[in-house]
């Protein structure tokens, strides 16, 4: 395709590890603390790329305070060829849709449409992953993403794209949005001379009033109540692994013997709710069969009617996997997010509901996201646990900022949203067995997206679950990694990683821990060269106890129970053969026949 208009949206966010909140729950952003979102900086590489490969233009736009003007220059150094910058008060503490809706407004005003636009998989800060998926709907566009691959064939895109839960091959129709992962590409950067040599003067400032918002603003479906910087209660022992290890040992063995198993999963408050809908991962029976295990334990003790909409696949278990559930739709037809979203909002227009949860994967994320648009909902992501008192406001708890730091957030809409983060399997004791009621709902193809390969998925609640992780940060090289499965494997441990490891493509990111990965509470969590970022340690925040072993000793409070500075090729194999001793004198002896 020739003259190819790209336009990529970029984000200014804190650099910091750290974040701290206002009284009224906004981020605050100190000045000299903001840049260039990392995951941006790959979407604006691939569109400068594209737009030289196939003589078009590659546009850029940003939406937020007039500092974001140097992270348009920086586009601009590296070659994209215009820049917009939306910024008003009155756009201040937009939430993502209320973003996503600035975004289509700025598109939808423009005299010549863009064939692609592109965003970056998730923002630092924020780390919602909505923005994208919500723009396509508004614009009413496919969407894809995170795309680590993409080739351009005609009017379509054929991507290779990186999921929460695995990898998946499809072809795309153009127009479309898609969000590009890590390792699609090296991300652009300008030096501060070049930044400072481009004018301020050629960036496009545009306000509400240009953008058509003459009577308000847009308005944001969630908020944030407050900020809860809770202290871990973490021992933070620090031990030298060369001269003290033996005491290193010691302590490690009294911990696992004197605690218990790392709590499964936080209450969730009794629902005074009328109606739930759960929406199933086709391709995480074990995470659907744990979170709709937790709603019921909501719904027990009144009358909420929980509805599931599933796959035939996954209804097979329903005897085990829905005990309780009141309602069971069956879907058939297609299984493609973007064929799906229409069938289930009209469904839900249908038969109304106060809430409706999905798992916090990549296919929950994108139903969610498009739904939250087309019935005008809040959409809360990356939910630890749900507190529902005052219908029909919908509030959870989210790790933001650092890892000591947790949000309580609300829907300020009549359907609340949630996308709900695998926390351990909760009790099912008391449930009450029912036989659900059927329906089917018939998905038709789109044609917009379809599949250009088997797509590959992994198990999500495996992880979720284990008792024992080894998780493995920039201080174990790629080589390496043999000799951490190998010692994993000893102890029945999984293996998981920093943002780090995910992006260089060592580990599927279906294996990161943090804010922008997964959630976890092991009996047992050790993280093998890892510098103990807050982003990483806030994704195990609920395990029972942690170990760092790191190279360097940490400044300041190191936030885990114990710290071992030394290399780990000589500490890490005799922590796993006291485990595996520890284990196997907790394990019965078969009786004898």
């Not at 069971?328 to 799906?340: K, P, Q, W």
């Not at 399997?425 to 709902?441: F, Q």
């Amino acid at each position: 395709m020739n003259g190819l208009r790209i336009l990529v949206a970029i984000k200014q966010v804190t650099q910091a590890d750290f974040a701290d909140f206002d009284a009224s729950g906004r981020m605050v952003r100190p000045p000299e603390d903001q840049g260039l979102n990392p995951f941006c900086r790959r979407a604006i590489a691939t569109g400068v790329t594209l737009a030289n490969q196939h003589g078009g233009t590659c546009s850029v736009v940003s939406m937020g305070p007039p500092s974001a003007t140097q992270i348009l220059q920086e586009a601009l150094a590296v070659g994209a060829h215009h820049a917009y910058l939306l910024s008003d008060p009155r756009f201040a503490g937009s939430d993502a849709l209320a973003t996503a809706e600035v975004l289509a407004r700025f598109i939808q005003t423009r005299s010549h449409p863009w064939d692609l636009i592109l965003t970056g998989r998730f923002a630092i800060d924020a780390n919602t992953g909505l923005v994208g998926v919500q723009l396509a709907e508004f614009l009413g566009l496919p969407y894809a993403g995170a795309a680590k691959q993409l080739d351009l064939d005609d009017n379509s895109l054929l991507l290779n794209t990186e999921l929460d839960d695995g990898v998946r091959s499809i072809r795309v129709a153009l127009p479309a949005v898609v969000a590009v992962a890590e390792r699609i590409c090296v991300p652009a950067k300008a030096s501060p001379d070049a930044i400072e040599a481009v004018a301020v003067t050629t960036i496009q400032r545009l306000d509400a009033d240009d953008l058509g918002f003459t009577h308000g603003s847009p308005s944001s479906r969630t908020r944030v109540n407050h900020i809860r910087h809770a202290s871990l209660q973490r021992l933070n022992i620090v031990i030298d692994g060369a001269t003290e290890l033996d005491k290193a040992l010691a302590l490690l063995s009294d911990r696992l013997l004197t605690t218990d198993q790392a709590p499964t999963s936080q209450p969730v408050t009794t629902f005074s709710l009328a109606r739930v809908a759960y929406l199933c991962d086709p391709d995480q029976p074990a995470l659907n069969e744990q979170l709709v295990t937790y709603l019921l334990n909501g719904c027990a003790s009144n009358d909420a009617q929980l509805t599931v909409l599933a796959f035939p696949t996954t209804a097979q278990t329903t005897p085990r996997a829905f005990l309780g559930a009141h309602h069971l739709v069956c879907l058939n037809g297609s299984r493609l997010e973007d064929d799906l979203a229409p069938v289930i909002a009209e469904w839900l227009q249908n038969h109304p509901q106060q809430l409706v949860v999905a798992p916090a994967t990549s296919y929950g994320r994108e139903l969610g996201g498009r739904l939250g648009v087309t019935l005008d909902a809040g959409v809360l992501t990356d939910l630890d646990r749900l507190t529902i008192t005052e219908p029909p406001t919908i509030t959870g708890w989210k790790s933001v900022g650092s890892v000591a730091s947790v949000a309580e957030v609300s829907t300020t809409t009549a359907i609340g949203i949630a996308l709900l983060r695998p926390r351990g399997a909760p009790p099912i004791d008391g449930l009450v067995p029912t036989e659900p009621t059927r329906s089917v709902l018939t998905v038709p193809e789109r044609g917009r997206v379809s599949l250009a390969g088997t797509p590959e998925t992994q198990d999500v609640a495996q992880f979720a679950n284990a008792p024992l992780v080894l998780a493995v940060g920039a201080g174990v090289t790629s080589d390496a990694l043999t000799d951490i499965y190998q010692l994993a494997a000893t102890i029945d441990a999984e293996v998981g990683c920093t943002r780090k490891i995910a992006d260089l493509g060592l580990l599927p990111r279906s294996r990161q821990i943090g804010i922008t990965g997964r959630s976890i509470s092991p009996r047992l969590y050790i993280g093998v060269g890892t510098r103990g970022s807050h982003n990483h340690l806030s994704g195990v925040s609920g395990a029972g106890t942690t170990v760092n072993l790191t190279q360097s000793p940490p400044l300041g409070d190191p936030g885990v129970d114990l710290t071992i500075v030394g290399d780990w090729h000589q500490t890490l194999p005799p922590i796993i053969a006291q485990l595996r001793f520890l284990l196997e004198r907790s394990t019965p002896t078969p009786p004898r026949r």
